[in-house]
């Protein structure tokens, strides 16, 4: 595969809720001590991805996806809104951390792309 899924989220409007109950179900350890207070679950030993556990604003609903990584993050989204996709958000630094993205696919599932 050329380009890999590295990373999912699950979020909801009571990311503290959904943290603990993650945690307590899967033994996930996840650790929220940032800055957004984004709840980080680190990938397992001997294989799998990583992923994060968050809030939305109250207003928004929550959703699950997956990001995979790509060389060039509006090159990606580019060819997405080609293809029928449209992007949710655009190419975004988050300094020190990530660049990344997110798009809906032609059936309106909405997932990431992070630069590689």
């Known amino acids: 595969m050329a380009d890999r899924v590295v990373h999912f989220e699950v979020t909801g409007p ?20 940032n800055p957004m207070n984004y709840g980080i679950v680190p990938a397992p030993e001997g294989g799998g991805i990583g992923g ?18 790509v060389d060039d993050p509006q090159a990606t989204l580019d060819a997405i809104e080609a293809a029928g ?28 792309i992070i630069k590689s």
């Open 14 to 33: 009571d990311g503290e809720a959904l943290k603990q109950f993650y945690a307590n179900i899967f033994g996930w350890s996840i650790d929220g001590s």
């Open 52 to 69: 994060g556990v968050s809030g939305t604003e109250a207003v928004a609903p929550g959703y699950v996806t997956f990001y995979v990584a």
């Open 85 to 112: 996709g449209r992007t949710v958000m655009p190419v975004t630094e988050i300094p020190g951390t990530v660049t990344l993205a997110q798009f809906q696919d032609p059936a309106g599932n909405m997932v990431g």
